[in-house]
C-alpha cells in the first residue's frame, strides 16, 4: 500500500466529517459539541465551543437565522434542533475569560470601509492573524449599522459588549469617516495593502469598480472585485451568511498578502452537504422544545432538553456490528493508518500486528458501510504482504495450519467414487469442520445422498484450503486447493456438494472451473414440507447465517426452506441476511486472537434470546460454546444421527444431547482432529469393507488428567496427540527428567515446529498428564 492507496481507503470512511449542522452553517459552528455541552448544562463549555468558531458571539448568537437548521438530520425524525436558539441561550449568560489567540503581528495593514457584520467579522479574523487592521464607519460610533436594525433580539449593550472587544483587540477605528467617492478608495489603496467594503454598513459608493444594478460585482466565494486588492461583500439576507462573506473575504486577504492561491482547497467554505453518514434507524421521532420566552430562549432545563434531542450525529456503522472493530477504539479509517506505518515500519515493534491479524475478514463491514469500506480486504492483503516480507509472526495462525496439515495427511484425506462405483455424478465434500464437529451427521448426509440424489456420489474429505488463505499464505492455499481439484478431475469432475458456505465460497471465487453446489440448495429439490420433524425444537429459532453465506442469497433461502419443512418457527435476528455476524471463526481470528473470538461468539448469541441454529458446523460449535443452545441445521433434518456424533465420555450428558441436539457441546480440539480421522477410518471399513491403516504408535497411549487440566490445554492449543508423541518419546528414548520427590517426569520434544513440555507418571496401563505447555523455540542438541 502507498500513501496514495492509503489516502484513497482512509476517504471511504466517513466517520471523522463533519455533521450536517455544521456543514450546514456557513460559519460552521460545532453545533454536536454545543448540544452535548448543553445536554450536560454545562454552559461555560457551550460558550467555548461558540468562541472557537463564532465572531462577535454576543451578536451573532442572537440574531443568527439557523440556515443549519434545514440540514440537521433530527429534522428527518422530528423537528430539527433548534441550534440558533441554543447559541442564543448561551449568550444570555457570562461570557467565560478567554485566553486571547491574536497571532504575532504581521507588517501589512487591510483598510475596512464600514462596520455592518461582514466587515466588522473581517476586522475581527485578520487583527486575530496579525494584520493591522483600520475599520472607516462613517456613522457616529463603530457598529453603527447594527444598533436598533433587529429589535429586542439585539440589545445595544450586547453590541457594545463586542465593539469594546474589538477595539481593545487593537483594531484602529475611524468612525464620521467618509468613504463614499472614488478619492477614498485611492488613498485607502495608497496606504493600506488591501481595502473591503463591507456593503451591509448601507453605503453608497462611488468607486470605480465593475457595477450591477448599482452594487459592485464581487465574487461570492471569494469576495475579489474588478479591482485588484479591493474586496467587498455582505449583501446577503441572512446575518449569518453576511457574516461568513466576510470571513471569507478575510481568508482571501490573508492568501493574498501571504502569496498563495487565492482559490486552493476552499471548497468546504460556506455551506455545503456533509458526506457524514448517520443512520435513523431505531430513532424515535421528537418534537422540538418550545423556548419559554423568545428573546431570552430556553431556561437551563430546556436548553438541555431540546439539546439532548441532537443526535450526536456519527456512523461507526460497521463498530456498532463488529465486536472487533470496537475492540480496538477506532474505527477503519484509524486502523488503516495503523496498518499502513505497520507496514512501513522498519525500526521497532509492529504493534498493528494482532489487529491485522483478528479481523475475521467476514466483509460484515463492508455490507454495513454507506462507501463500502473493505476492513477485510485490508486485513487480508497485509497478511500477504507480511508473509511474503518473512514479517508474520509464527504464533498467529500456527495452530490452524497445522490443523490443516492434519486434514491434508492421510489420517484424513480421502477421496473416493461411491462403493461398487467407478464413476461419480456427485460427490460430496462435507468440509472439514463438519466431520470434525458431526462426524455421524456426515454418514447420514453421504447415505441420503445416495439414495436420493444420486447412487454415484463419491465422497472427497479433506479441507478446501481456506485457513491458508486467510492466514495469507498464498502458496500454501494454492496448493490445498489444487490438491482438492486434482482428486476432483481423477473422479471425473463431478459436481461437488459442500455443507460448508465457506467451502462453497471459496470453490467458486478460486476455483471456478469446479462445479460446486451448496448442499441446501440442492436438498430442497428432494424435501418438502413435513418430510423432516425436529426433535427437541418446538419453540421458535434465531437463524444464524454464516458470513461465507453473505453474498450467496439463494443458499440463504435455501436453508430457511428446509426449516420451514421442519416445521420450525424461524425468528430472524436483526443482523442476518447480508449483515450477518461472523461467530469468531473467520479469518482465524480463534487462532490469533481466542479471546476475542469468545467475546465476539458471546456478543452474536446475545442478540436473541430464543435458541440459534446454524447452518455452518464451526459456527455452530462456536456459537454453542458460549453455553448457548444452537442446532445444526442437519440436527433438525436428521435427528436421528445425533447419537453417532456424540463425544465419548458422560454417558447420561451424551444421552440428554441424544435428545436434545441444541444441548450438545462443542467438540474441543482434540476431539475434532479424533472425530476426523475416525470417520475416515469407520467409512472406510463400513462402506468399502477396508482394513483402515494401523494407528500411529503414540495413539495408541491412554492419556487420564483432571477435566480442568485437559480445558487449560484446550485453552493452550495443545492436542492429546501432542502429549502422546511427547510420552512416546520420552518412554522411547529414555530422554526425560525424573523428580525423585513426586515421582513424575517432565519431557520435550518437537515434532514439527512447537516444542511441547509434558509432566507425567504411569498410572497403571495408562499416563497421568499432570501439566504441559508449548513455546516456538527450539532447544540446541535435544531430542529431535
Ligand atoms: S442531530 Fe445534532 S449533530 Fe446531527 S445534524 Fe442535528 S444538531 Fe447536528
Ligand atoms: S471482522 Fe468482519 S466486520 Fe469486522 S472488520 Fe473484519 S471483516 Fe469487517
Ligand atoms: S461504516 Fe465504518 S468504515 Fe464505513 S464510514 Fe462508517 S465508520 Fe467508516
Redesign the pocket.
Known sequence: MDQQQLRDLEAKCVQELS???KAGCPLHVD??SL?ASLATGDFDAAWQVLLKTLPLPGVLARICDGPCRQ????GKAGD??Q?HLLERSVVQRPRPRQRSLAMPARDKAVAVAGSGLSGLVLASDLKRKGYTVTLFEPGPRLGHPLYGRFGELLPDAAIDEEMSALEDAGVVVHTGAEVSDGAFMDGALASFDALYLCLDAGLEVAWPLRMEQGAPVYDEMLGTTSLSRVLAGGDSASPVERAAQGRRAANTIDRLLQGVSLSAERSDQGAYRSRLY?SLAKVPSLPAVVPADPIEGFSPQQAAYEAER????ECLECVKACAYLAHYKGYPKTYARQIYNNLAIVKGHRQANQLINSCMLCGQCSALCPHDFPMAELCLETRQSMVAEGIMPPSAFDFALEDLRFSSSSEFFLFRHAPGRDASTYLLFPGCQLCASSPGHVEVLYQWLRENVSQATGLGLGCCGVPAHWAGERGCFERELDRVRQEWERLGKPTIITACATCLSTFQEYAPDVAVAGLWNIMTGYLSPGDASPRGAKKPVAVHDPCAARHNPVLRHSARRLLSHTGVKVRELELAHEQTSCCGYGGLMYSSNPALAKKVAEKRVSESKADFVAYCAMCRDNLAATGKRVYHLLDLLFPEAAKSHLPPGNSKSNNSAQEDPAARPAPGFSQRQENKADLRRRLLKTLWQEEPPPMQAHQHLDLVMEPGLQELLEERRILLNDLRRVILHAERTGQKLADAKTGRFLAYHQPVRVTYWVEYAPEGESFRVYNAYSHRMTIPGGPA
Open positions: 455533521p450536517q449542522c453545533a454536536r448540544c440540514q440537521c438530520l433530527r430539527p434542533v441550534i448517520t441532537c443526535l450526536q450525529c
